[in-house]
T-cell receptor, first 116, second 113 residues
Framework: KAGVTQTPRYLIKTRGQQVTLSCSPISGHRSVSWYQQTPGQGLQFLFE???????NKGNFPGRFSGRQFSNSRSEMNVSTLELGDSALYLC???????????????FGPGTRLTVL | DAKTTQPPSMDCAEGRAANLPCNHSTISGNEYVYWYRQIHSQGPQYIIH???NNETNEMASLIITEDRKSSTLILPHATLRDTAVYYCIVRSTSNFGNEKLTFGTGTRLTIIP
């Protein structure tokens, strides 16, 4: 099976712009989570989608949003970019088997966003 | 989810066993211990998880103390490719609808040739 793919891998934007990042989960996985990683704050959970619905949301401002399509692919959008949004954005997919104790998360390579 | 404490960094000689400790003194009865690692410039990778019994898989072994307040991840024969940041995460049993992982600062393990 192909792993989680994220596009683009690198992105440079300027303050005030908006950006859309894409994530394709492993085939058959219906849960997609997004994380932000910065040197100062480490890995932080943004949100999780399952069957096109947001199930969980982290503590991020409303400028950060996402969606999931019927094929489980997901996008996240950041509007009105700020310098502090520069980070590695990671996507993870999970099989989410009902009743299973733990559903391992498989991470993609990330999109490195630089805001100038 | 219970808080975890890990040493910020550790070194280990190549070929030796790497033992990474994690304290989770406030862990509750239904919380599992999970380990992920992140090799530089890659996404985190699941390693192993356990509740109270010791666990072993092809990557590592997980030793959980009897009181469950601490655990140790063991990489039996460390190689240079094991150089990474290792995260110990404690979370409750996966209930349908909660896949969130709370990462701490982790331990930066460096394998020395």
């Amino acid at each position: 099976k192909a792993g989680v793919t994220q596009t683009p891998r690198y992105l440079i934007k300027t303050r005030g712009q908006q950006v859309t990042l894409s994530c394709s989960p492993i085939s058959g996985h219906r849960s997609v989570s997004w994380y932000q990683q910065t040197p100062g704050q480490g890995l932080q959970f943004l949100f999780e989608y399952f069957s096109e619905t947001q199930r969980n949301k982290g503590n991020f401002p409303g400028r950060f949003s996402g969606r999931q399509f019927s094929n489980s692919r997901s996008e996240m959008n950041v509007s009105t970019l700020e310098l502090g949004d520069s980070a590695l954005y990671l996507c993870a997919s999970s099989p989410t088997v009902v009743g299973r104790v733990y559903n391992e998360q498989f991470f993609g390579p990330g999109t490195r966003l630089t805001v100038l | 989810d219970a808080k975890t404490t890990q040493p910020p960094s550790m070194d280990c000689a190549e070929g030796r066993a790497a033992n990474l400790p994690c304290n989770h003194s406030t862990i509750s009865g239904n919380e599992y211990v999970y380990w992920y690692r992140q090799i530089h410039s890659q996404g985190p990778q699941y390693i192993i998880h356990g509740l109270k019994n010791n666990e072993t898989n092809e990557m590592a072994s997980l030793i959980i103390t009897e009181d469950r307040k601490s655990s140790t991840l063991i990489l039996p024969h460390a190689t240079l490719r094991d150089t990474a940041v290792y995260y110990c995460i404690v979370r409750s049993t996966s209930n349908f609808g909660n896949e969130k992982l709370t990462f701490g600062t982790g331990t930066r393990l460096t394998i020395i040739p």
